[in-house]
């Protein structure tokens, strides 16, 4: 099916795009995860189907594949992705995100439903209110979360190292497809090195960043309908982690699918995406029915 550019607009110093798929309908809009590609929802809103009354839109956001990161000296996700909601030409009735991507719609979720702003610096938060007032329901695919016992100490740090080296390297064999059968396993492996040295080690700074700061997001004043999808053989949020989630944000419907990775959303697309669709069901909004 035909995906078309909508826009593209520099913000923060980063360029920022929108592209179109084919339906029709209330906005659905997917932002992708670090080290991917607004691509990557092509196959997933193929298996979604067309015959849900949407359009959708897929965000280019910076920390697409091979970006460098700049941007995280002087602004955050949450920002940049509510400055690319702002280039939509109408208002999101659903928004999809996957991993880092899912972790900025938590973010600002986070900051839309928090009371009123008093400063200057929360006024941003004020602006996404508008935005998130409109929104019928928000699915977040492999997130990760940290508990707020879980102590911030090198131990921490090495294992999310670890974790974030392996989601790049799973991330590229799934890319690979079929070809990953019949390479040389060394091959495969030797591509997956020379991936990750490519890869800024600003892209870390940021995902950790980002997962230290999750257990003090408040998340329990949203009030959004929220599907949370996570596969129990991603460390992102297993365990512990799920049950965390849980806990902090009451709003939020947990599922957790067996053995699925941290791209269960692709590898077991049929069952993630009609977990999606019995979701969208139950929401209170006639169009999403």
Known sequence: MTWYPVVEAERDGERLAVHRGPGDGPA???????????????????????DLPFTPYALDLPWRAGARYGWVYRTHPATLLRHALALLPEPPALLVGHSFGANAVLELLAAADRPAPTTPARRVCHRAATWSRRLDGVVLLAPHFRPP???VDWRLHDRELARFR????????????????????DLVDTMVAKALDRVSPLAFVALLR????????????????TLVVTGTLDP?????????????????????????????????????????????????TPTLA
């Open 166 to 185: 392996a989601v790049i390297g799973e991330g590229l064999r799934l890319r690979l497809g079929e070809r990953r059968h019949t390479l040389d396993p």
């Open 236 to 284: 992102a949020l297993a365990g512990a982690r799920t049950e965390a989630l849980r806990r902090a944000m009451p709003v939020a419907s947990v599922h957790t699918r067996p053995d699925g990775g941290h791209f269960c959303h692709l590898e077991q697309a049929a069952a993630v995406t009609a977990e999606i669709r019995r979701f969208l069901a139950a929401l209170p």
């Open 149 to 151: 016992d879980d102590p």
């Open 28 to 50: 659905l809009v997917l932002a992708h995860g670090l080290e991917d590609s607004w691509h990557t929802w092509r196959p997933f809103v193929d298996e979604l189907g067309t």
């Open 210 to 225: 980002q997962f230290l700061t999750t257990a003090e997001l408040g998340l329990d004043a949203v009030t959004v309908p």
